[in-house]
């Protein structure tokens, strides 16, 4: 059952842009009975997530919003260390790879890496899909992850069983390592590795 904030954020991505939008259209739509503190609550987590701008107290416009799908199975995932950078981003739910990946443990289990491969020891990668639709987020996800990293497109089968589109970032320029254990889930990391001596931290 979808929550109160969902069910607003729904109503306003199918909202024609740069239309303006204030609470009261909110409650009309919606037939519930919302605090306006609840509301502006609720409208500061859109604006975080880019789907509208402020206009004045309790008046927003529709910002023009693009959804992207982006896989994560790493340090991002929820409830692991790096998750605080995805604020903004929306968990869509659990989902697994079509493609086969080798995803290995590097820097003694502080993350691991993703590699595209042939070999026949490849698997299937579980992670988890949010969907962004603020642009600035997606860039920010960039620089975090730097230039290591490429940002591709696959397929991947979501909960429900159906295959959709997503993002993941996969390592650029890496051997794999001639003794190396393939993963298909990353479930660890050393807490007391400092991810800053090895990754650039987004601003």
Do not use: C
Request: charged share 30%; glycine share 4%.
């Amino acid at each position: 059952m979808k929550n109160q904030t969902e069910l607003i954020r729904e109503i306003l991505i199918k909202i024609e842009y740069n239309s303006t939008i204030t609470y009261d259209d909110i409650l009309n739509k919606v037939k519930l009975e919302l605090t306006r503190k609840y509301l502006s609550n609720v409208f500061s987590k859109l604006l975080r997530e880019g789907i509208v701008s402020k206009v004045e107290n309790g008046k927003y416009k529709k910002e023009q919003v693009q959804k992207t799908s982006l896989f994560v199975y790493g340090s991002l995932k929820i409830g692991f260390h790096n998750h605080k950078i995805l604020e903004g981003a929306i968990f869509s739910g659990k989902a697994t790879t079509v493609k086969k990946f080798a995803m290995f443990e590097s820097n003694n289990g502080a993350f691991p890496r993703l590699v595209e491969t042939k070999s026949e020891k490849a698997k299937k990668i579980y992670g988890q899909v949010f969907e962004i639709y603020n642009p600035e987020l997606l860039r920010k996800i960039d620089n975090f992850e730097g230039l290591n990293y490429e940002r591709k497109k696959i397929k991947i089968e979501n909960s429900e069983g159906k295959i959709q589109y997503a993002f993941v970032y996969v390592s650029n320029n890496v051997e794999l390592p001639k003794e190396v254990t393939f993963i298909s889930s990353w479930k660890k990391y050393k807490k007391d590795f400092n991810k800053a001596q090895a990754i650039k931290i987004a601003n």
